[in-house]
């Protein structure tokens, strides 16, 4: 440290060697640097006793060695790449077990003690990258959900709304999945698994509110409808 009258030299965007511990107000020295190519992680030792991980091409660490002076500012921006980083690391540990949509994310991010700013932000890059991607989540999820049950379009657009998904990222992933004739189909499928007697007016009411309660809108309900009963007609007469 200098002495009473003595110039400090000026640092500019020249990192200074100097002993650790021997840092003025609001600066500490870097007293090691680690490399961790496994997991892409460097990491820097201080003289005041704290340490920080950041990616290896954070460009807060660039031209830090042992001995580094750091000042407050920078040490604040390398804390920031920190938690920058640790939010990453949750976030693949997050996207390696499920596929899961933005807003989900956020949410477990956030519930994970993770601060909003560094989450959005890790979670901007992330989609800038295509990791995180609603409308190919919108698009597997539909084709799941299809799997398993005949539902219409209105269903799957309003499930994908409640977690989050943009109406925008909604009808795109479900329209590369669904196509109108597809969704006909799949009425007709859904309707003759009740047993309805379609030459009643109140069954076939009964069985218009259960499709569009599937999802199903009115037109596509209607021909639902009239396409069942339709091929009962059919069978019955064949069996004559």
Same mark, same amino acid.
């Given at each position: ?91 693949? *540990? %997050?996207? #390696?077990? $499920? +596929?899961?949509? /933005? @807003?989900?994310?956020?949410?477990? !991010? &956030? ?18 990258? *295509? %990791?995180? #991607?609603? $409308? +190919?989540?919108? /698009? @597997?999820?539909?084709?799941?959900? !299809? &799997? ?35 969704? &006909? ?56």
């Amino acid at each position: 440290m200098a002495g009473p009258g003595e110039a400090r030299p000026a640092r500019a965007d020249v990192e200074t060697p100097r002993e650790p511990g021997s840092s003025g107000d609001g600066e500490t020295a870097v007293r090691s640097v680690q490399l961790d190519e496994g997991s892409r992680t460097l990491t820097l030792q201080f003289s005041d006793g704290s340490r920080v991980e950041v990616a290896p091409d954070a460009p807060e660490a660039r031209g830090l060695a042992p001995g580094s002076v750091v000042d407050g500012p920078r040490f604040a921006a390398l804390r920031a790449a920190a938690g920058r980083k640790a939010v990453a690391r949750a976030l693949y *540990g %997050l996207l #390696d077990r $499920r +596929a899961r949509c /933005r @807003a989900d994310l956020r949410r477990r !991010l &956030l519930q994970s003690g993770h601060e909003a700013p560094l989450v959005d932000q890790v979670l901007d890059d992330a989609t800038e990258q *295509g %990791l995180v #991607d609603d $409308r +190919a989540y919108a /698009r @597997a999820w539909a084709h799941d959900q !299809l &799997l398993r049950k005949a539902v219409g379009r209105r269903w799957l657009l309003a499930k994908l709304r409640t977690q989050g998904i943009s109406e925008r990222d909604a009808r795109a992933g479900v329209g590369e999945v669904l196509e109108p004739r597809d969704e &006909l189909a799949l009425a007709v499928r859904a309707l003759s698994g009740r047993r309805l007697d379609l030459e009643d007016e109140r069954q076939r009411a009964k069985g218009l509110r259960f499709l569009l309660g599937r999802g199903f809108d009115q037109a596509t309900s209607l021909a639902a409808l009239r396409e069942l009963r339709r091929a009962t007609t059919e069978d019955e007469s064949a069996n004559l």
